[in-house]
């Protein structure tokens, strides 16, 4: 049965295929690519869950004696797609919502214990000796310093940790944590991996990098990365110092991955979407 097929293709697709995943370690110097790809898994294991119910359906509508025959197959499919259906909604709700409180409520204690900040700059600076950099993003976003970063710090270091949070702010990079951070909720304990989250985290850590090596240079970049190593940072913010610095580095000196690579992961993510999607139609067009 096609719904039996999709409940075990969710089960595959958020725990064995996250782990072989996290252990390609190629995918990360296609960092984008590598995104696209970690989003396409958890969708598709979502979309998978959620699309078994709908798959039985057919089975239900033209079939008089499947739900005596195939009775618990059935209540199996519809409690996997309930559960996780509520558990999509809840996440959903209660995960946005917290981190903005957590976000604002730091704004604004930002905004005062800060030392006479520029105005009209989102730039704060705490006074404190441990040298760390964090952002806080937003509407009204805030890049975070302590004095110990601008004291510990050249000037070129310290604009490539400014380009690094930059990024962040720019592309939004919080939504897309906070994104992954919903689905990886919704997966029940067991069979959630924390490997899809740490790689997502590592993943736009490395593409701030990588903005930062643009925008102010590769010497100045790994500086900063070295001077931040093991700094930390509120929950609710996106820090410098996150994921292993000796990861970052090592990325920083690699080459871009080839072309045929890169093309290679976007089909992986578009098959990996079209799997769950293709196997609800069969189950409808097949009768
Ligand atoms: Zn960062």
New binding site residues.
């Given amino acids: 049965m096609i719904a039996l097929l999709l409940v075990t293709l969710a089960a595959v697709l958020s725990w064995p295929a996250p782990r072989l995943m996290a252990r390609a370690e190629a995918f990360r110097r296609s960092p984008r690519a590598a995104l696209v790809v970690w989003q396409a898994v958890t969708v598709a294991a979502l979309l998978a869950a959620l699309a078994a119910a709908p798959a039985a359906a057919p089975l239900v509508l033209f079939d008089g004696q499947a739900v005596d025959q195939h009775f618990m197959i059935l209540a199996l499919v519809v409690a996997v797609s309930g559960l996780m259906l509520a558990r999509l909604l809840v996440a959903g709700h209660s995960i946005g919502r917290r981190m903005r409180v957590l976000r604002r409520r730091h704004r604004e204690l930002v905004d005062i214990i800060a030392l006479e900040p520029q105005p009209g700059s989102r730039v704060r600076v705490l006074e404190h000796p441990t040298p760390t950099a ?2 806080l993003p937003g509407r009204q976003s805030r890049v975070v310093l302590s004095q110990g970063v601008i004291e510990a710090m050249p000037p070129r270091a310290l604009a490539a940790v400014l380009a ?2 930059g990024a ?1 702010l720019m592309a939004r ?1 919080d939504l897309l944590v906070e994104f992954f951070s919903v689905i990886h909720e919704t997966m029940p304990a067991a069979v959630r991996s924390p490997e899809a989250m740490r790689e997502v985290r590592l993943l ?2 490395v593409l ?2 990588r903005a930062s090596v643009r925008k102010v240079g590769v010497e100045e970049t790994r500086l900063a990365l070295l001077t931040l190593a093991g700094s930390k940072a509120p929950e609710a913010a ?3 110092g ?1 994921g292993s610095t000796a990861v970052r580095l090592d990325l920083l000196a690699r080459p871009a991955p080839n072309r045929l690579m890169t093309a290679a992961m976007y089909a992986y993510a578009v098959g990996l979407i079209l799997l769950p999607l293709g196997l609800l139609a069969l189950a409808w067009t097949s009768r």
């Fill in positions: 964090y952002c690094h949070e962040h990079h736009v850590e701030a990098d996106m820090a410098a996150v």
